[in-house]
Structures are given as structure tokens and as C-alpha cells.
């Protein structure tokens, strides 16, 4: 590694091992054949981790790592960080009138859940069988073509050819909403219009999905009352994450740092 491209990383007169910005670097995002993009990404994040690292422990902090999972835990380097944000980063919750100016500034945006009546054709195979996938693929892009040319007939096809029980009502699923299918299942069902059938087969876990949207019901307008609690948590999670980047702002500004450009914070 070239100095000019790897820098060390120096927080405060400590030097951050090269092996930590390495480690970093599976989390970033960077051109193939870019490394040093990779590197500069990750020397930043190592070093605002670095800093508020040092500033916990200067504060004399002790790690008390909480529960993120079943069975997992952070670790003492999260703890410790979580546990200076805490202290050192405070919002008051928004106002009421500013929760309701919020909602009214577009009501449209806070909607019941939609409902879906969905009718499919599967193309049952195992995904990790790219042989038995590639078959699949193909038996699947006949019937979409097939159905697309003959949409009436998408509850005979479905009978004759479909993989999934729901063949003997001509595939259909009834009434889905948001939740009950596999994301990728879903995710194909929300820009369908109603009467629509997906052109190009859908892969879940399951196989590959030819897709009838049969029925769109949109979900209601709800009222202010029923989404306040809802709007009052994102308005006040939103309002720590600036308060949180300008904590860090300032401690950049007030730290010696080489091998990292933190100038965008």
C-alpha cells in the first residue's frame, strides 16, 4: 500500500491501525477497481468512531452494552458511544401545533393500509438451484407472455399450469395487504394497476410468480388524531439524528485529524 493512497489515520495524536480502516472498508461502497475510494470512505467513519471514543472515555464513561437481538449484544465500542449520544445529545419533543402543521402540510401521506386481491401463476423451483431457476425463468416467461395475450383466460392458465394450490380457484389469493406475502412478492404488487399482469416473471423463495392485480383498495385518509403519536416519534427521532450530526460537527472542528477528510460534516 502507497502512503499517498493509505494514510494513516491520526485522531488526536492517536493512530488508528490500518487493519481497523481495512475492516471498515467491507462497509463501504466504492467503484470496482477504486479502492482508495473504499479506504477514504471508511478512514472518515473510523475516524468520527475514534473520536467519539475518546470523548466517552474522557468523560470517563463505563460500556453497558444493551440488547439488540436475541442473544446478541453490542459491543463496548457501540455501548460507549450510545452512551455519550445519550448524554450529550437532548431534543425537546415537537410541539403540538408543530406535529399538526406537520400532518396538515399533506394528509395524503398518512394512509391506512392498502388492499391487494391478487391471483398468481407459480413456477415452483428451489433459488439455489441456478440450473432449476434458469428452467423455471423460462417456463415463466411463456406463461406471463401467454397471459398477456389472452388476460381472460389468466384462470384456465392458472388451473393448467400453476405450481401453487391456489390453482384450483384459478390462482386466485384473495385479499393481501402489506405484510402477508414475501417482500419480493409485495414489492411487484405495488405499482400494479388494477386488471394489470407483471410482463416480466417475479423470483421469491418459491419460484418465479406470474402476477394479476385483481383489486386495488386504496387505504383511507387517516385523521390527525389516529397518526399523531406516529408523526410526534419520526419529527422527534428525525430532529436527534441533527442534533447528533452536529455534536460530531463540533468535536471535528475542535480536533486534530490527519488522514481523514471530514470537511462534508
Known amino acids: 500500500m502507497t502512503a499517498a493512497l493509505f494514510p494513516d489515520l491520526v485522531v488526536n495524536g492517536e493512530t488508528v491501525p490500518h487493519t481497523a480502516i481495512a475492516a471498515e472498508t467491507q462497509n463501504q461502497e466504492a467503484p470496482a477497481g477504486k479502492p482508495g475510494i473504499a479506504w477514504r470512505k471508511a478512514a472518515n467513519a473510523v475516524a468520527v468512531r475514534t473520536l467519539l471514543l475518546q470523548e466517552a472515555r474522557a468523560r470517563g464513561l463505563d460500556p453497558a452494552p444493551a440488547e439488540v437481538g ?23 419533543p415537537p410541539t403540538e401545533a408543530e406535529v399538526r402543521a406537520e400532518w396538515a402540510r399533506d394528509p395524503q ?5 392498502p388492499l391487494w386481491e391478487v391471483s398468481h401463476i407459480l413456477v415452483a423451483c428451489d433459488p439455489r438451484d441456478a440450473a432449476a431457476m434458469a428452467t423455471a425463468e423460462a417456463r415463466a416467461t411463456d406463461l406471463a407472455r401467454r397471459a398477456l395475450e389472452m388476460p381472460r383466460g389468466f384462470a384456465r392458465l392458472a388451473e393448467a399450469q400453476s405450481d401453487c394450490g391456489s390453482k384450483a380457484a384459478g390462482g386466485a389469493l384473495g385479499q393481501i395487504g402489506p405484510g402477508d406475502t414475501v417482500p419480493e412478492f409485495e414489492a411487484a404488487l405495488r405499482p400494479l394497476a388494477e386488471g394489470e399482469i407483471t410482463a416480466v416473471p417475479v423470483p421469491t423463495r418459491h419460484g418465479w410468480h406470474v402476477i394479476r392485480m385483481d383489486a386495488v383498495a386504496e387505504g383511507a385518509v387517516l385523521p390527525f388524531d389516529a397518526v399523531r403519536a406516529r408523526i410526534a416519534a419520526a419529527m422527534e427521532k428525525a430532529a436527534w439524528a441533527r442534533a447528533a450530526r452536529d455534536y460530531v460537527t463540533r468535536l471535528v472542528a475542535a480536533a486534530e485529524i490527519s488522514g481523514a477528510d471530514l470537511r462534508p460534516l
Open 70 to 92: 436475541p442473544g446478541r449484544h453490542e459491543t463496548e465500542e457501540e455501548a460507549l458511544i450510545r452512551g455519550l449520544l445519550d448524554l450529550a445529545v437532548t431534543v425537546a
Open 109 to 113: 401521506r398518512f394512509r391506512a393500509p
